[in-house]
């Protein structure tokens, strides 16, 4: 009964859109507790405090939720129709993370694992919760376990048949499943995700020090950039994707069926000089039902600021200078670094 109920869960999955499913049990991640604990002993989440809180929920999903017996992991693409490092290239103009270039993932996601988690109950009973990289459970390790994939150097998960490019879901329900079995790492000796990181953010394989991401730098740190690591950050002003565009494994990566996931014409490499005028209220119309607008107009606009310091174009200096007065320290002090460097 389990096995057919499985294999018409994977079909209606299908039908939602969801790339791939795997299961697994909610213990089956035993050594996620340890290597969470290194992680923040080390300091390597920065800013993330969050990340500190609800370590026991993090470290073993079982303690989430005591009655659930089987986790159902899912797999949405958003695979990028262009190789983002294109976008790099443009001195004028501002990188962002193709993720982040129409539709916030986590609304489109949660209403596809609810959808589904609904025809779960029709179907079998039982209850059920749903997350989507907003509550403390280790998506990536429990995805790994689910077969979907493994994590790779880069630490983040890739699959043989899909590629790098995709966000996880996750189901946790009280009926028991079948198991599928664990991903296989098969990076072998590949370096190239490590070798593309532009702030050598990775001190080895399968490590990532935050506090030297770009992703991390962009979004979530909050106040002055290090001076040292402002230059490495290029025009990237909201995420990084050089990481995951390197994986050779991204040449067997899918389409992404959801038209919501590709690039809106004015998230595709937009002008620093046109996005350096925001105000907040601007910064709000401009990023409604984006992730972007959740760092808010401050964070943004240093980000911009220092893309505009690594330009080396003598013409986004007033963009700079009119901003050297503004009432956010930071992004005053930012503007002040691009005058100086533009100088």
């Known amino acids: 009964m389990n096995e057919t109920l499985r294999n018409e869960l994977e079909e209606a999955a299908r039908q939602e859109g969801f790339a791939k499913l795997g299961i697994c049990a909610p213990d089956a991640i035993p050594e996620a507790a340890g290597?969470?604990?290194?992680?923040?002993?080390?300091?390597?989440?920065?800013?993330?405090?969050?990340?500190?809180?609800?370590?026991?929920?993090?470290?073993?999903?079982?303690?989430?939720?005591r009655d659930a017996r089987s986790v159902i992991m899912l797999a949405e693409l958003y695979t990028p129709?262009?190789?983002?490092?294109?976008?790099?290239?443009?001195?004028?103009?501002?990188?962002?993370?193709?993720?982040?270039?129409?539709?916030?993932?986590?609304?489109?996601?949660?209403?596809?694992?609810?959808?589904?988690?609904?025809?779960?109950?029709?179907?079998?009973?039982?209850?059920?919760?749903?997350?989507?990289?907003?509550?403390?459970?280790?998506?990536?390790p429990l995805a790994e376990a689910a077969g979907l994939g493994w994590q790779g150097k880069h630490t983040n998960l890739l699959a043989r048949d899909l590629g790098n490019w995709f966000f996880l879901g996750a189901i946790f329900t009280t009926l028991d499943l079948p198991r599928d079995r664990p991903g296989r790492e098969t990076c072998g000796s590949?370096?190239?995700?490590?070798?593309?990181?532009?702030?050598?953010?990775?001190?080895?394989?399968?490590?990532?020090?935050?506090?030297?991401?770009?992703?991390?730098?962009?979004?979530?740190?909050?106040?002055?950039?290090?001076?040292?690591?402002?230059?490495?950050?290029?025009?990237?002003?909201?995420?990084?994707?050089?990481?995951?565009?390197?994986?050779?494994?991204?040449?067997?990566?899918a389409e992404a069926s959801e038209l919501r996931y590709a690039a809106r014409p004015d998230l595709r490499a937009p002008p620093l000089a046109?996005?350096?005028?925001?105000?907040?209220?601007?910064?709000?119309?401009?990023?409604?039902?984006?992730?972007?607008?959740?760092?808010?107009?401050?964070?943004?606009?240093?980000?911009?600021l220092y893309a505009i310091g690594n330009s080396g174009l003598p013409q986004l200096l007033p963009d700079a200078r009119r901003l050297t007065d503004d009432a956010d320290p930071t992004v005053a002090d930012a503007a002040r670094w691009a005058v100086g460097r533009l100088k």
Not at 89 to 110: E, T
Not at 221 to 247: F, Q, S, T
């Open 274 to 304: 046109e996005l350096a005028q925001l105000d907040d209220t601007a910064f709000r119309e401009r990023f409604s039902g984006s992730p972007i607008k959740r760092i808010g107009r401050n964070r943004f606009v240093r980000n911009v």
């Open 190 to 253: 590949c370096t190239a995700c490590l070798d593309a990181c532009p702030t050598a953010a990775f001190p080895a394989p399968f490590q990532l020090d935050a506090r030297r991401c770009i992703s991390y730098l962009t979004i979530e740190h909050k106040g002055p950039v290090d001076p040292e690591l402002r230059p490495l950050l290029g025009n990237r002003i909201y995420g990084c994707d050089d990481c995951l565009a390197a994986c050779p494994w991204n040449k067997f990566a």
């Open 35 to 65: 290597r969470l604990a290194q992680f923040l002993a080390d300091g390597r989440h920065g800013d993330m405090g969050w990340m500190a809180e609800r370590t026991a929920w993090r470290g073993d999903p079982a303690s989430l939720w």
């Open 81 to 140: 129709s262009h190789d983002p490092r294109e976008d790099t290239a443009q001195p004028d103009r501002a990188a962002i993370s193709v993720y982040a270039q129409n539709r916030d993932y986590h609304d489109l996601v949660k209403k596809r694992l609810k959808r589904l988690g609904r025809w779960l109950l029709d179907r079998a009973g039982g209850e059920i919760k749903v997350f989507v990289d907003t509550a403390p459970v280790m998506e990536k």
